[in-house]
T-cell receptor
Framework: GENVEQHPSTLSVQEGDSAVIKCTYSDSASNYFPWYKQELGKRPQLIIDIRSNVGEKKDQRIAVTLNKTAKHFSLHITETQPEDSAVYFCAANQAGTALIFGKGTTLSVSS | DVKVTQSSRYLVKRTGEKVFLECVQDMDHENMFWYRQDPGLGLRLIYFSYDVKMKEKGDIPEGYSVSREKKERFSLILESASTNQTSMYLC??????????FGPGTRLTVL
């Protein structure tokens, strides 16, 4: 089945810096790659996703890139703010609709 | 606005008890999922269902079973709870191969 590796497990940046989180996946049949943000004590929420027919997608300060050949995808957050502090999870689909998640990255943005 | 609800936010059970966790979604989603979330391990898929009375095993189905008698409801059953099943349990639903919407989670403690 699918396996998703996520790095780093923790990331500390200064406000205004950029943050990059990287994930690799194993199943070449995967074609949907979402990113979820989970604030402390809250449920995970989708922040951006990308499908395999696209190499990059942007939404304001957030972007995701996908390299299908290398089987990796990355989340880029620019101009980080304290409210970006959270746990971020990448995921890849398996067997169509099921998602396999990475282990998460705890992002801390200090002002 | 999608709403996914779970029957309890906190639950304390004793070893050997049968435990039912219920999840209800109100958006007519065909897919429903159960995950457990543990620190450092991310979200691990227990079971999922893509239709009424259908179920598929995820990565960690041992010790769990599920029931989906109605489209809007997906139950997770621990036949005989054990201490290593102490965890946060998250339910999610989705329409097709897209965004999963999560419930608030149930923190289960097995004594």
């Amino acid at each position: 089945g699918e396996n998703v590796e996520q790095h780093p497990s923790t990331l500390s940046v200064q406000e205004g810096d950029s943050a990059v989180i990287k994930c690799t996946y194993s199943d070449s049949a995967s074609n949907y790659f979402p990113w979820y943000k989970q604030e402390l004590g809250k449920r995970p929420q989708l922040i951006i996703d990308i499908r395999s027919n696209v190499g990059e997608k942007k939404d304001q300060r957030i972007a995701v890139t996908l390299n299908k050949t290398a089987k990796h995808f990355s989340l880029h957050i620019t101009e980080t703010q304290p409210e970006d502090s959270a746990v971020y999870f990448c995921a890849a689909n398996q067997a169509g609709t099921a998602l396999i998640f990475g282990k998460g990255t705890t992002l801390s943005v200090s002002s | 606005d999608v709403k996914v609800t779970q029957s309890s936010r906190y639950l304390v059970k004793r070893t050997g008890e049968k435990v039912f966790l219920e999840c209800v979604q109100d958006m007519d989603h065909e897919n429903m999922f159960w995950y457990r979330q543990d620190p450092g391990l991310g979200l691990r898929l227990i079971y999922f269902s893509y239709d009424v009375k259908m179920k598929e095993k995820g990565d960690i189905p041992e010790g769990y079973s599920v029931s989906r008698e109605k489209k809007e409801r997906f139950s997770l059953i621990l036949e005989s709870a054990s201490t290593n099943q102490t965890s946060m349990y998250l339910c999610a639903s989705s329409l097709g191969k897209g965004e999963q919407f999560f419930g608030p989670g149930t923190r289960l403690t097995v004594l």
